[in-house]
């Protein structure tokens, strides 16, 4: 039995799709157990780039099945676009399922995202307007319309009906918008659903027959532990669990099934977004990283905040997920500072954290209290070998492991898939 479970321990963007397309080589199916189309998985194959946004980052990479799991909210339309992309460039797609547990994210969720944030002047979260968190408020309040709705178009008007209603009423009478149009609505999911009910599928049994076969099944975090919904900086999170425990409510697998976590670390930290990031770089050492390091958004192309490694941040996604390993990512990014720094703890209000506190005023007002050790300037690129490392990197990656208490198992030095230092099997 082997469950692996991919997550973010930052906030987001770490380079999860590069690790889950190494990984899939040998995986039996790649699943999707949460988030939706606000995520933005690169993957590199031969010098060609493809960001994935709801499609698992398995698509392209061995011959396991890959599925859209229950914890997921899909943009019917993102999906199809996203297939014909891949279909479009050669790739095969006929592998790829949804399951009928996961909701649907309608217009009505997108527009109600849009006035929200476009409302709440210096509140507003930053997110990608792709509609995940009305979806997901729906899905809670138990008025949301779920994959298995789409294959009876009469219990799909009927909930299209009252949700449109509701929806509209606050659209007019509080935000003064345009009311939604239910035929059009209708009519488009009706075409969506057409080219989609053959992937729509049950897929509890079939991933717990897997594990139970000693099958490799991958499951596949997007976002990240600190925009999780309960552990998260609050309210600047998302709406789902990043976490590994998200794949036991977002897959229908048990935690006894989860046989590794496995947390992708970027060497440095990057946010998308509002929400406090107490090692962020403002100057022109920040601008370096997102130059470098390539830093703009893989979904909505925003540039993203950059800064300083937070191992407060780093031991709390320890904990929470479990980790078993840790894949550190854009070490080679670094390569060329004459010093690097490493954040272990917070200056709050004259007291010294050590974990994350729960108040996002109180961690605004965090100073970091960081380790200084002395930075290396080969590149690093090509290097295949622990061995080959610089010292002063290796010592970096050592005192990260010690700090976490939990092994580094692989080291990325580049966007391809082949850009990887194994120092211990996955
Ligand atoms: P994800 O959301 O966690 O899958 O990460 P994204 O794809 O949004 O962002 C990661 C970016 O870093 C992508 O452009 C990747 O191609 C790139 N990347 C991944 N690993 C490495 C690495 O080790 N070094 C460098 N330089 N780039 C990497
Ligand atoms: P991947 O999987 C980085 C951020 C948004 C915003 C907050 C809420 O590529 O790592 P949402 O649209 O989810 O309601 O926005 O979460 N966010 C991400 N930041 N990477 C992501 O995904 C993200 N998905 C959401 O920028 O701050
Ligand atoms: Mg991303």
Known sequence: MAGYVVVGTQWGDEGKGKIIDVLANK?????????????????????????????????????????????VVIDPKVLLQELDTLEAKGAKVDHLFISDRAHIIMPYHVRMDELCEENSGEHKIGTTKRGIGPCYADKINRVGIRAVDLLDMNIFADKLKRGLEAKNL??????????????????????????????????????????????????????????????????????SSPTTGGVTTGAGVSPRKITKGIGVMKAYTTRVGEGPFVTELTDELGEQLRKTGFEYGATTGRPRRCGWLDLVVGKYAVDI??????????????????????????????????????????????????????????DITQMKNYDELPENCKKYIKRMEEFLGCPISVVSVGPDRTQNIHIREI
Request: aromatic share 10%; net charge negative; glycine share 10%.
């Open 27 to 71: 995986a039996d199916y790649v699943v999707r157990f949460q988030g939706g189309n606000n995520a933005g998985h690169t993957v590199v194959v031969n010098g060609e780039k493809f960001v994935l946004h709801l499609l698992p980052s398995g698509m392209l990479h061995g011959n396991g099945k890959c599925i859209i799991g229950p914890g």
């Open 170 to 239: 606050i659209f007019t009478k509080i935000y003064g918008a345009e009311p939604l149009s239910f035929d059009t609505i209708f009519e488009e999911y009706k075409g969506y659903a057409d080219r989609l009910k053959h992937r729509i599928m049950d897929s509890i049994p079939e991933i717990n027959k897997a594990l139970d076969d000693g099958k490799l099944v991958l499951f596949e975090g997007a976002q990240a532990m600190m925009l999780d919904i309960n552990y998260g900086t609050y309210p600047y999170v998302t709406s």
């Open 321 to 378: 997920n479990g980790l078993t390993d840790i894949v550190i990512t854009k070490i080679d990014v670094l390569s060329g500072l004459d010093t690097v720094k490493i954040c272990v703890a917070y200056d709050i209000d004259g007291k010294r954290y050590t974990s994350v506190p729960a108040s996002t005023e109180i961690l605004s007002r965090a100073i970091p209290v960081y380790e200084e050790l002395p930075g290396w300037k080969e």
